[in-house]
């Protein structure tokens, strides 16, 4: 069972730093949310794909997806929950750089064409990532229904999905957190 609590929680315990950091955005931040920290940790894992389920119930889709490295434990937790609740899905990985052997391609897994796919981020800026896995996955020749993130800075990645009319929610906002989105987002 989701937690919400519980989640913010262990970021504020593990995932969440202050100090100046750089962003992969390119942005300067005073803060930083280091969504591995909760990724790579079994109840954080655990919390994370019960909320994205509960989140998506109104959601029709028969793949979850996003860009390597960010989304691959979203996505392998994902395909644990929903085989333990008896829910057919099925993964892709979508890769940074084309594989340079075998087939080459950017995308991974056994999705047929015109699947219904969510795309799913850890932490979305500006949605420049989850961005470049949609444009991939629909080169691959399947259908975005929707963007997710973990934790929406608030930093823009909503106007970045609304530009493209792809539908985006997020499981938690930094002001989840006690922080303020800046005044330009």
């Not at 593990?14 to 992969?24: P, Q, S, Y």
């Amino acid at each position: 069972m989701y937690d919400r609590q519980a989640l913010i929680d262990l970021f504020h315990q593990r995932a969440l730093k202050f100090g100046e950091f750089t962003l992969a955005s390119g942005r300067s931040s005073s803060y930083y949310l280091d969504g591995k920290q909760i990724l790579l940790h079994a109840d954080g894992l655990r919390l994370i794909c019960e909320g994205l389920f509960e989140l998506l119930e109104d959601v029709e889709y028969d793949v979850v997806s996003g860009m390597s490295i960010g989304a691959d434990p979203i996505i392998g937790g994902l395909l644990t929950v929903a085989a333990e609740r008896g829910r057919p899905l099925e993964g892709l990985l979508v890769r940074k750089e084309a594989k340079g052997h075998g087939t080459g391609r950017f995308v991974e897994g056994p999705a047929e064409k015109d699947a219904r796919v969510v795309v799913f981020d850890d932490v979305v800026t500006t949605g420049g990532s989850a961005m470049l896995a949609v444009e991939r996955i629909e080169e691959f020749g399947c259908r975005v229904v929707e963007v997710v993130g973990v934790v929406d800075r608030m930093e823009g990645g909503a106007r970045t999905f609304a530009e493209r009319e792809l539908p985006f929610r997020s499981l938690l906002t930094i002001e989840d957190f006690g922080i303020s989105p800046p005044d330009d987002a």
